[in-house]
């Protein structure tokens, strides 16, 4: 269709093109999830209109089981992507406790005349159908479309590869057909065996299993990011497999010392993305990247992948897999052993050990434990633990469900308030996980992250130190052995090891997480320079506030504080709020924000004494005295004692002359010193 026979939506420097799929800003495409793009045509059609909550979730996750969560997200990606109107304008505004408002001018295009936005509902050519069907383990899916014989590839560049030494491996597997369920063993089994491949195409012939990083080390002499899959029928009941899968072999290949992966958080926002190979790989900071498709058909699955070498611009290795429904739990060892055939690779005895496929697992437990991962890797922590807890009842053999099912639930008793019970319940989880694999890495840092947040810090410190004997370059137990000297006051240790998690991986922190050190150390530049490029979640952009708030940047910390809230009312946005509405000379109210909090925190046994030490900070600044020295020893006593740190906060100067305050004082320094003495 030519220009004069389209409609599309011009804003500002941007043209939507909804028939097409299309953003364009000045001419060049942005990245849209499916879902990204069909809430920003919704918003835009409404353009200047208040859109409820509700309204939106009827229109774009219609007939779907999601939480607010969803909504937050997605709007906070959007305002990612457009960026900023003139005058610092946001192009989304929020309008507390009711909805969004589309606020720029827009401009409704047909044939090539522009007319007024039209202002219908929600309309059929944007809407796709989206479904919650029940897992049943023997129901085949609705018929669909018949698959293509093979599916496009991207080639990063532009050229056919013609004459290129490419070696195409394709498997099928023919048979009666079996409950369609069983294809999720067969798709991580794929993939492991896959990844396998990639592993040792980067180091032929050389095995650094074990090879311990050295102090000076910047990174792994690889780097991998496996992006999610993308699902070219976008049926909403199987896109949780495309991040789910991805997110297992990555898992898999965690402690493999000569490549650096990295992790499933900061490749969950290619989700259902156009990738641009380059760009990615910049973002990303990999040499290597691992980029595919799949197609469910009936019985059938279809999976498209390829491996490039960035630096070289060259396909390595790419393939088409067929895989039926027979056998299924037999294909990971057949795939693998194909691969390794195909590409003449010599494996060690411990890289092989760690490619074998773990115990056979019930299907229908399996796709739940994706599901689960799907959902938490999107922070939806209340739906990510029912998925993990029917895969568990269904089928408690898999380790990972455990570790997974546990993350879960200590996530949800930190940010959500779940506090004693959900910790207890993680507690439960992990030692479950670690009863059925014993080394298994991931169990190990999840409890370590537990035992800190509980105010367990000594018991913690030796489980990370154990699992850096045989895990040496993992960038996640750098960072949380970081973690916890932090806890313990040991602020130059903790610095140094994030610094170290960084170099082995510098995406390491994009999980979350912040180097907090710095703060607490007083260097607040580079504190600022250390978050996370581009993250615009409420954690981070709370920090960025409270860097400023201690720079003395008052202006702007308020500002950060309250886009922090509006983004994500949460635990620490909360804290924020109350430091904005102080910088606002509105105490009564910022004292009424954190009483709320720190009834909610003692109420439910919320253990994250780092925040409650935040509470205390802000009642300070706020001249509640009591409150401050009534908080300051609550964080003491789960755990959080750094004595070094406590001496020179500027934002404890009310309540240091109070009588109290030097007995918790040196309550923090005896367990520093314990501390110091035991480890250092």
Same mark, same amino acid.
């Given at each position: ?543 960025? /506030?409270? @860097? *400023?708030?201690?720079? #003395?940047?008052?202006?702007?910390? =308020?500002?950060?504080? !309250? &886009? $922090?809230?509006? %983004? ?38 919320? /253990?994250? @004494? *780092?925040?409650?030490? #935040?509470?205390?900070?802000?009642? =300070?600044?706020?001249? !509640? &005295? $009591?409150?401050? %020295? ?45 501390? #110091?003495?035991?480890?250092?």
């Amino acid at each position: 269709m030519d220009q004069h026979g389209r409609c599309f939506y011009d804003f500002g420097p941007f043209r939507l093109e909804p028939a097409e799929q299309l953003l364009l800003r000045e001419d060049h495409p942005v990245a849209l999830t499916p879902k990204s793009f069909e809430l920003l045509v919704f918003l835009v059609r409404n353009h200047g209109r208040l859109v409820t909550k509700e309204q939106i979730m009827q229109a774009v996750w219609p007939s779907s089981f999601v939480e607010d969560a969803n909504l937050t997200v997605s709007i906070s990606g959007l305002r990612r992507k457009l960026g900023e109107r003139e005058g610092g304008l946001q192009y989304i505004e929020t309008v507390p406790k009711k909805g969004y408002r589309f606020t720029a001018a827009v401009a409704e295009v047909k044939g090539g005349v522009a007319i007024p936005a039209n202002e219908d509902a929600f309309p059929a050519d944007i809407r796709r159908p989206e479904t919650t069907e029940p897992l049943d383990r023997g129901a085949d899916d609705e018929a669909a479309p018949a698959a293509p014989s093979a599916l496009p590839l991207v080639n990063p560049s532009g050229s056919d590869n013609a004459g290129e030494s490419v070696a195409p491996i394709v498997l099928g597997v023919t048979a009666s057909k079996r409950p369609n369920l069983r294809v999720m063993m067969s798709v991580l089994a794929v993939l492991i065996g896959l990844l396998a491949v990639i592993v040792y195409f980067a180091h032929p012939g050389r095995s650094t299993a074990g090879k311990p990083v050295a102090e000076n080390t910047s990174q792994a002499s690889r780097s991998l990011a496996i992006l999610p899959l993308q699902n070219l029928r976008q049926d909403a009941n199987n896109d949780f497999l495309g991040f789910s899968l991805a997110d297992a072999v990555i898992t898999k290949l965690g402690s493999v010392s000569a490549l650096s992966v990295r992790p499933s958080s900061v490749i969950q926002k290619y989700k259902g993305q156009t990738v641009d190979i380059a760009r990615v790989a910049a973002e990303l900071n990999v040499d290597t990247l691992l980029t595919g498709n799949f197609l469910r058909d009936g019985d059938d699955l279809r999976i498209t992948y390829q491996l490039i070498d960035v630096r070289t611009n060259r396909i390595v290795a790419k393939d088409v897999i067929n895989l039926q429904y027979d056998n299924l739990i037999s294909v990971h060892d057949t795939v693998a052993r194909q691969i390794v055939q195909a590409l003449e690779l010599k494996l060690t005895s411990s890289e092989a050990e760690r490619i074998k496929s773990d115990e056979p697992v019930d299907p229908l437990a399996y796709e739940y434990y994706l599901r689960g991962v799907d959902l938490m890797g999107s922070h939806q922590f209340p739906l990510a633990i029912k998925m993990l807890e029917k895969s568990a009842a269904i089928d408690g053999r898999h380790a990972l469900t455990w570790a997974y099912l546990g993350q879960s639930y200590n996530s949800a008793a930190a940010f959500a308030f779940g506090g004693r019970e959900q910790y207890r319940r993680a507690q439960d989880a992990y030692q479950r996980a670690l009863a059925l694999q014993p080394s298994q890495l991931e169990a190990h840092i999840f409890l370590a992250n537990l035992l800190i947040d509980t105010g367990r810090v000594e018991q913690a410190v030796p489980l990370l130190r154990n699992a850096l004997k045989s895990a040496p370059n993992s960038a996640a137990v750098h960072w949380e052995l970081g973690y916890a000297y932090r806890f313990a006051g040991m602020l130059n240790e903790s610095a140094a090891e994030c610094a170290l998690a960084r170099r082995i991986d510098p995406l390491v922190q994009a999980n979350g997480s912040v180097l907090n050190a710095y703060l607490y150390l007083g260097e607040y530049d580079k504190f600022l320079h250390s978050l996370p490029e581009g993250d615009d979640t409420g954690f981070i952009v709370f920090y960025r /506030g409270l @860097a *400023e708030y201690l720079r #003395k940047n008052v202006d702007q910390a =308020a500002r950060d504080f !309250d &886009r $922090a809230y509006e %983004l994500d009312p949460s635990l620490y946005t909360q804290i924020g709020k109350a430091l904005s509405r102080s910088i606002a000379h509105h105490d009564a109210e910022g004292l009424r924000i954190l009483n709320q909090l720190e009834n909610r925190i003692q109420q439910n046994g919320v /253990g994250d @004494a *780092e925040a409650s030490y #935040k509470i205390a900070q802000a009642y =300070a600044v706020l001249g !509640d &005295r $009591a409150s401050a %020295l009534r908080m300051f020893r609550y964080s003491i006593e789960n755990g959080f004692f750094a004595h070094p740190y406590f001496l020179i906060d500027p934002l404890l100067e009310n309540v240091r002359r109070e009588p109290q305050f030097q007995p918790l004082m040196e309550s923090a320094r005896r367990r520093h010193e314990a501390f #110091k003495s035991q480890f250092f």
